[in-house]
Structure formats: C-alpha cells, structure tokens
DNA sequence: AATATTCCTTGATTTAGATCAACTATGACA
DNA sequence: TGTCATAGTTGATCTAAATCAAGGAATATT
C-alpha cells in the first residue's frame, strides 16, 4: 500500500494536511498513530515552546499562526519563521529547539509522542525520506529569507511578505488574486520578521495604499489591487513571480 | 550491523567526514557507493552547480573552501552558506537547487551519483534519519545566521563570523585558541556573508585589530588574542560562547 | 457609555552603514 | 625586477532606515 505520506494535500476529513501526522487518514502502517493524537490548544500571546525546552512531540498545526522568533539578550528580536495551518512542528532525531515558538492568534495543535513518531520513521523509510524533503523545504524558506534580511530594502521586504502571503493563501486550492487577504501578524511582528521597525512597516504598507497596490478594508484585512507592481516591487526575478 | 553513519566524525583513512559518503569507511550495506565513487576537482573561483542545475550527485567537501550564494538581478549577492571540509552538498530528494555553488579556493568533492545514493537511503531508514537530523542542522545555522542578518550590527557580524570560523576549526579536535587561523574568504566574500559592504568589513576587521581583540601576521592568517572581548562583540548569550 | 490598552500613523531628527573616490599593499606573472 | 591585477585601506559624503516623540483609531474592559 502506497501512501503520499507527510503531503501538503488537504486531509478529506480533517483540516491537517500532513497526512502522515494527521491520523484520519493513517494507512496500515500508521494505526500505531492514531492511539498516540493528541488536540492541543493554545490562547493567542501563549508560548508553545521556549528556547532550550526539551521536545515532548511533533504536530500539525491545525488552525491558528504560530512564529518562531529568537531573542537576543537586550531585547532585539527576529523571527526565523511562521507556521500557519498544515504546517509541522518537530524536529526529529533533536530533543531541543534554539528559538521560541509562540501562538499570534489562537493555536490548536494535533501532536504526537516523539518516541513512537521516531520509531514509525526508523522503521519506515519513505516517512523519513519525506521529512529529509521537508526539512530541505524548510531550508529553502530560510535561505530566501535570508536574501530577503541581508539584502532587500524595506519596500523590497514588505511587498515580499506580502507576495508570500498570496502564494500561500493560494496553495490550498483558492483561485486567484483580487480577493481578500488578511495580514495574520501586527505591524510590529511583521517588522520582526522582516528586520525592520514598526515604523518602517507602518509607513511602506501606507505608501504601497497609496499607490494602489494594496486596498485596506479593515485594519487587517486587505486585497492586492495590482499584482505585477506588488511582483515587481519584490526585487525577484521577473519570470518566477506568476500566480499558478 | 550498526555503523555511525554520516556523522561528523573523522574517517581515519581519509579527509573525509561523512563516513557514509566516505567510501573508505563503508559497511556492508554501503558497499554499492565504493563503485559510484568518483572524486571532482574545481580551480578557485570555478562554479560547482548554478542555481537551477539539475542534480546529478551528491557530494562531500574533500578540501578546499566553497559558497552558496544567491543573486538578485541587479547584482545584490548574498551568501546564504558555507561549505568547508567534511561539508555535505546534496539534495536527496531535490533534483535542482535554488542557489550556485562556487569554489572559493581549489575544491575536491567526492561525488556519488544522486540515483543510486537515493535507493540507499530509500532502504537503510537509518540512512535517511541522518539526513534528517543534518538538514535540521543546517536549518538551525542558517536561522541562527537570519538573526544575524536581521538584527546585529556591523560589529556584532563580524565578531559573529570569526568568533564562528574558531569554533569550526576547532571541531576538527584542535586546542584552544590562540593559535593560527586563516580568512577562507576575502573581505568581499565575507560582506557579501554577512550582509554588509567591503568597506565595512575592513573598517570593522581594522577597528578589532587596533582594539587588541585580533592580531595580524599575514593579510589572511591571523589569531584571537582576546577571545572574551571577540564573544562579547558577538551579542550572543554570555552563557554559550565557551570552548569545549 | 466611559476608560484603558493595544495598535497604528505621522513628523522631526539622528545615525549606522552605504556609497563614492583615491590610494596602497600584495602577490602573480612575464 | 618591473608591470599588472587583485585585495585591502582610508577618508568624505550621503541616505535609508532607526530612533524619538505625539497623537489618533480601533478593540477590549468596566
């Protein structure tokens, strides 16, 4: 029996979409799973994880925003990521983590005990083939983003944010632009995520309203108006920006 | 039979430090690698992949010192890794990359052709774990090197840097400091490393060695006179700078 | 409905690091 | 042993974004 485990594919009966995690729809060699779920919630300001804790679990992010930040010891912080639904927390083969993980809104998790999670990888080979593919997924993010912290301007950043945002919403199958986005971190988180300050990303989004780029509804909840402009001001590549 | 695969630990009979990669070092299970070893020379400055290659190895840094970099269409570069001796490149998995790969000094690789190491992988689950945790490791640096690039100054980057190569060659199983360290990069390099200009890096670097904290016997070979004062300069936790 | 808090905006000012511009040291190579 | 190219230094100037400072708008709390 084949499976397409640990795929991004939406879970017919459940919102996770790491099929492997998500034990709904475990096949054979995943029953050992299903006894082991587990429902986590957390209230929107709550640490999930501190830096250093020892991991108990691995998950799927059910519903919810998560980041993971680092701090430095006067204050200064700077995301290293974001979790929204479908992602997956856990670090197999580690028992620790060097950031914090803390829930933006209310976070519900789906976990799994991480002994008997590493001992379904040890014993089947694919499981553990997809996360070395998840992991270089991970990795590949984290590069970009370095890109992004090293070398972009403040516009730059911002309207790569913003993109990334759309590509996402659109990954779960929803048709394209022209709809209603929401930016799931304050001004200030997203300046932590971006390397900015709050002002910056408060006066960037404002120009790119003004410009017609970006319409505001809401405080948070926007559309992108004009899509090449949005693409063109990311500073990549002109080809690889396209919806689809 | 239980072999430490991949791991970082020196092979007695070669440079090499992936033992499974390091057909030398091979168990039984990996003796189907000792005939798909070849080795790849690369003169400095040569490219090893471009940025969409399709991937036909994977590989383990023999000698030499090699980048990751990206670059904007403009000519923004950042470097997003470094790869020195014992140094995995591959993508199990992944049949292109997102970056180039360039030999900043005179580069040997050992190479394994990408199939074949993935039918390994694909059944030795041990094998595949390894992977995992080194993708992880990975993941952990460049996040690491995102605070870097979001949040220090100048002054932090580079103590961060050098503070970064002492702890590398000390991996090796070398002593303590005070010993003879070499620049792999030129100060071109490493702003383009650490997200800065040449002109800054100079400035920085001569502002360390008019401070004491770096002595100069050669433009490149050089020694951590004040370790203390090179970790403090880092920004990073008082607690986890030590040696050992 | 009034009050407090959190989040966002906008302006004035400062500054770290970029940019621009010579110039110098170090090898490399003929 | 001199010429060339590459790498590094050093100074003057500029600027993008940070910082400082005040308000204002939305949301939550009483």
């Known amino acids: 029996m084949t499976i397409d485990l640990l795929s991004r594919t939406k879970c017919s009966e459940c919102p996770i979409r790491h099929r492997a995690v998500c034990a709904h729809c475990s096949g054979d060699e995943l029953d050992v799973l ?3 779920k587990s429902y986590k919630t957390f209230k929107a300001g709550d640490p ?21 930040g680092k701090t430095m010891e006067d204050g200064r912080t700077q995301m290293v990521g974001l979790l929204l639904p479908s992602d997956f927390i856990g670090r197999p083969g580690r ?22 999670f590493e001992a379904l990888i040890a014993s089947t080979p694919h ?8 992991a270089l997924d991970e990795l590949d993010v984290a590069r970009e983003w370095m890109l992004l912290l090293g070398r972009k ?17 659109h990954l779960g199958g ?15 988180q997203i300046a932590n995520y971006l390397g900015l300050t709050l002002e910056t990303v408060s006066r960037q989004l404002g120009a790119m309203k003004k410009e017609g780029i970006l ?7 926007f559309e992108v108006v004009d899509f090449p402009a949005l693409h063109l001001a990311t500073g990549d590549d002109s080809d690889g920006g396209m919806l689809v």
Chains 1, 2 share one sequence.
Not at 127 to 134: I, T
Not at 153 to 169: C, D, G, P, S, Y
Request: charged share 20%; proline share 2%; net charge neutral.
């Open 34 to 36: 299903e006894q082991l």
């Open 95 to 116: 028992s620790q983590i060097d950031f914090d993980v803390v829930a933006v809104t209310d976070v519900t998790l789906c976990c799994f005990q991480r002994k008997p």
């Open 153 to 169: 301007t403040a516009r730059e950043k911002i309207a790569t944010f913003i993109h990334m945002l759309v590509q996402r919403q």
């Open 127 to 134: 499981v553990a083939q997809r996360l070395v593919e998840m």
């Open 215 to 221: 319409q505001f509804s809401d405080r948070r909840r």
């Open 48 to 68: 999930i994880l501190w830096r250093g804790d020892t991991l108990t679990f691995v998950a799927s992010l059910v519903q919810g925003v998560a980041t993971l």
């Open 174 to 188: 929803a048709e394209i632009a022209q709809q209603a986005l929401v930016l799931p971190l304050t001004q200030e």
